[in-house]
């Protein structure tokens, strides 16, 4: 090694890390050990597909959004605007993860229906007029984040897309028969 090799080593093995840079890293690793075992689960080669049809505008969609080691940039541009507001208009990048656990749960459905999407993602003003219009809608909705989707699968009954969902331990599942659809999320895991 020559002097400025050596100097630059030393100085990386002697720097001191800020607070903000240990709580990082901290909460990097404890996400890792923090992720749902169905992760476990997801291809590491194969590609990644999701099929979806969007009752309110009536789009279809099937694209690959993984693939081969890396997220498919073309594949979630489709996939944010078919889960778009469709009062406004507006798009957000939907949460990867949401993304996995859909991918999964199609899987675990062992289905190649489309999942018919109710409701993806919402803007502010969206959620506030369903909250102030409606009963059962969080002021600080998952689904304005894009950490949320509320959907059905043809020919899975919804009692047991529930269950599968619930079995993935990948966030948050709602149950809603009357409405014929559940709500699926990437908050902490719980049910209702």
């Known amino acids: 090694m020559t002097d400025s090799e050596n100097r630059l080593t030393d100085a990386i093995l002697q720097r001191t890390f800020s607070r903000r840079e240990i709580l990082r890293y901290l909460a990097a690793s404890g996400a890792i050990l923090m992720m749902p075992a169905a992760w ?11 099929s979806l049809y969007n009752l309110h505008t009536e789009e279809k969609l099937k694209t690959t959004y993984w693939e081969q080691g890396k997220y498919l940039q073309d594949g979630l541009a489709e996939i944010n605007y078919l889960l778009r507001d469709h009062r406004s208009g507006e798009h ?101």
């Open 92 to 192: 957000t990048d939907m949460d990867r993860q949401l993304l996995n656990l859909m991918f999964l749960l199609q899987q675990k459905a062992q289905s190649k229906q489309a999942f018919n999407i109710i409701s993806g993602y919402r803007s502010p003003a969206s959620n506030e007029m369903l909250r102030k219009s409606s009963t059962g809608v969080a002021q600080k909705s998952l689904h304005t984040l894009g950490m949320a989707v509320d959907l059905r699968l043809p020919g899975v009954k919804l009692e047991a897309l529930r269950d599968m969902a619930i079995s993935l331990q990948g966030g948050g599942v709602g149950f809603y028969p009357k409405s014929d659809f559940i709500h699926i999320d990437t908050g902490r895991v719980r049910q209702w």
């Open 40 to 50: 476990a689960n997801l291809p590491k080669e194969a590609p990644r597909q999701l």
